[in-house]
């Protein structure tokens, strides 16, 4: 079983091809620059479960990693597949789920919103002549979990929560997949919802605040004059005019010393100092010094993109230039490769290293 289970996972990865463009076309090569799927193609998605989207003109399909077309151009919306399902659109309108066969699963009767989240699916009832707009939510196999009867919706959290912020009756409700309101906040004096952040959500009683958790219970009492969200660290609190921070227990904590941009990604999370912006490590303390940067973002691929006097380049896990910046623009590090402007003003495909693996033409300029 063990190695059933092993050969399921090896079929299963999807494989390293980058899209390449030629002209107007495009395809496919591998990490070696040599070109696996010939640029044929207006347009194309990422590989995900072994298939990728392509489209020509307004239908697409979806190919397998040989170029071979395993399920024909048909569909007007044709997302990637994610747990074998895809939410697609033919050209007369209508949605359905697909599997990676290409086999209908079911037919939706109404307009899907997004993907799935928490296995749920968001969907449209369009207005009738007795009916107004509504909103409900389908599972995997097209089956009405939540029938529609919200104003509005919006997805499952993927979050430690897992519930949906919805509007019906003048009052927001929070619900849980089956349908159940956990949490109801009214209308009136609320422009909006306040999302669940750590596990916890803020929430305000007879004038004070405090915070429940995702069962409605109060996980830190009502007694503050004033409370933020939590977000990847301490919360911000106000009583009688004095500041402090909290954590999601309620022990006061020191303030946070710097301003968190991105959260940690393989190890690294983007802060900001005042203005200048770098990283910490995954126990909290800064990582290395780096010079003035413009733009910085998260790690990928054991490196990470930053843009600096007009350009991007490189850094490594410890500080240093990977890759001097000096590209025009570029895109994360993904299987080993990314994707960058030349100074030339062509693009290409670049390692670790900065050896360019492939690119396209260089433009003439008259």
């Excluded at 030629?22 to 620059?33: A, H, L, N, P």
């Excluded at 207005?127 to 089956?143: C, I, L, M, Q, S």
């Excluded at 912020?165 to 906040?185: E, Q």
């Excluded at 929430?203 to 958790?213: L, V």
Aim: hydrophobic letters at 35%; a positive charge.
């Amino acid at each position: 079983m063990r190695y059933l289970l092993f050969a399921t996972a090896v079929l299963a990865a999807d494989p390293m091809l980058f899209p390449n463009r030629e002209g107007s076309k495009i395809g496919f090569i591998d990490r070696s620059g040599e070109v696996i799927v010939s640029p044929r193609f207006d347009s194309t998605g990422e590989f995900s479960e072994g298939l990728a989207r392509v489209s020509t003109g307004s239908v697409s399909g979806y190919i397998d990693a040989a170029g071979k077309m395993r399920i024909e151009p048909r569909y007007t919306v044709a997302p990637e597949f994610v747990d074998d399902r895809a939410i697609v659109m033919t050209e007369d309108g209508k949605y359905s789920i697909i599997d990676r066969t290409g086999r209908t699963i079911a037919s939706i009767p109404y307009r899907p919103l997004g993907r799935f989240h928490q296995g749920l699916c968001k969907m449209q009832r369009p207005r009738g002549e007795k009916t107004p707009v509504a909103y409900g939510y389908f599972d995997r196999n097209g089956r009405t979990v939540i029938e529609p009867q919200f104003i509005n919706a919006g997805d499952f959290s993927d979050g430690p929560d897992a519930l949906a912020i919805v509007i019906k009756d003048h009052a927001f409700y929070y619900i849980d997949r089956s349908g159940r309101a956990v949490l109801k906040l009214s209308i009136d004096g609320n422009d909006r919802a306040p999302a669940f952040k750590d596990g916890l959500v803020k929430w305000k009683e007879d004038g004070w605040w405090g915070y429940r958790d995702a069962k409605g219970e109060w996980a830190i009492k009502p007694q503050f004059d004033y409370a933020a969200d939590f977000a990847d660290g301490p919360a911000q609190v106000t009583l009688k005019g004095q500041t402090n921070w909290i954590n999601t227990r309620g022990e006061r904590q020191e303030p946070p010393k710097f301003q968190k941009v991105a959260p940690l990604a393989e190890g690294f999370a983007v802060i900001r100092d005042n203005s200048r912006l770098g990283y910490l490590n995954e126990f909290g303390r800064p990582a290395f010094e780096l010079p003035m940067l413009q733009t910085a973002y998260s790690f990928s691929g054991g490196l990470v993109r930053v843009k600096m006097d007009g350009k991007f380049g490189f850094i490594d896990t410890k500080g240093n230039w990977a890759l001097k910046p000096q590209y025009s623009d570029a895109s994360d590090f993904k299987g080993g490769l990314a994707r960058v402007m030349f100074a030339e003003g062509n693009w290409g495909h670049i390692d670790a290293t900065g050896k360019r693996v492939w690119e396209s033409a260089k433009t003439t300029r008259l």
